[in-house]
């Protein structure tokens, strides 16, 4: 099974890596080399940034008070995108913030990110954006809130036992070898929640010269090799439950 998911996850890749050629001069140019970690070196300076949303969050949404609602935003973009939550827009502060700790992203790293926004309360017309950013690009998307049964009392037993949310991930990433790749995995819990990476193999990472899980819960590889591609597992937990996702690292020669 993990070779299958693996599988489908690396052609997923490619086809990231044909977009990313798409941005060159408008066309596809096709590369029957066998070895398809390797871009051409004459392109690298040519490859444009880009940035566009996947999925966005839904343009309305009901939620009842008292309980947890999650939106979604999933984009894609190279560099890799940054994306941020607005409150009618005013900016809701970054788990980054809270960690001080923000992301290095690489001048070239074709990526597919999902962020989430967990919210315990809003007010009915409330509008939350997704606003994303690669290089000097800016992309959003908005929900406006409906809220529903105003008038019923506040569940919050059922809001402070709830699982852990990763809220920031990258599904995929293209980054080249020789470099740092920081793999983000940002969790949003009522309660004390723990963080466990499992590495490209299936093991545990429990910190070396080379893997270390940083205090924001992201993973850091240093020094890429062809040898770290692969599928990079984040599970978080707490005492109601977990959550769990999957990045594929895909090293790329230079």
Known sequence: MNSLVSLLSAAAL????????AQINGKVEMNNNLEPNVLPTTRHST????????????????HLPGTTLVLTCQMRGNPSPVVNWMKNGVPI??????VNEILSIPSFSPTEMTSKLVLRSASNGDIFSCVGTSGLLEISASTAVIVVGENQPQRLTSIIQSKPVITTFYNNIFQYSGSSATLPCRVDSPTKSQIIWLDNNGDIVYGNNRLRVLPSGDLHIADLSWDDMGGYTCTAKNAFGKDVIETFLYPLKV
């Open 14 to 21: 490619l086809s990231l890596q044909c977009v990313v050629y």
């Open 47 to 62: 490859i444009r940034n880009y940035i566009r949303i996947m999925s966005p969050p839904p343009e309305t949404v009901r």
């Open 93 to 98: 502060t970054d788990f980054e913030e809270d």
